[in-house]
């Protein structure tokens, strides 16, 4: 079973950049599409990257479009979130999470596994 463990969070002010990481310790990442996700305080949880297996197709959402980048590492087992050009309504808690469908999916409740999070606090 895939455990999922999202690193590279923290306080950042806005313009700033962080590279969030998504590491697998039970399991490897190549059967799987991948996500970024996350939650605001009082809001639902929103698609914010995916990426498939291979990294060959990638999808974002729109409040993201252009600043952030989602990539993987298939030897390392690891996915990653480039965030840059924050702005203080990015700051949430950063999910990654794992789907064994076949197309890059943007729900979250059609995920697979989920790691803990990771908080991204952005300054004004």
């Known amino acids: 079973q895939v455990q999922l463990v999202e690193s590279g969070g923290g306080l950042v002010q806005a313009g700033g950049s962080l590279r969030l990481s998504c590491a697998s310790s039970?399991?490897?990442?190549?059967?799987?599409?991948m996500g970024w996700f996350r939650q605001a305080p009082g809001k639902e949880r929103e698609f914010v990257a995916g990426?498939?297996?291979?990294?060959?197709?990638?999808n974002y959402g729109n409040s993201v479009k252009g600043r952030f980048t989602i990539s993987r590492d298939n030897v390392s087992n690891t996915v990653y979130l480039q965030m840059n050009n924050l702005k203080p309504e990015d700051t949430a808690v950063y999910y990654c999470?794992?789907?064994?469908?076949?197309?890059?999916?943007?729900?979250?409740?059609?995920?697979?596994?989920w790691g803990q999070g990771t908080q991204v606090t952005v300054s004004s």
């Open positions: 999470a794992a789907d064994l469908a076949a197309l890059v999916r943007t729900t979250s409740d059609e995920y697979d596994y």
């Open positions: 039970g399991g490897t990442l190549t059967r799987y599409n």
């Open positions: 990426i498939s297996r291979l990294g060959r197709t990638t």
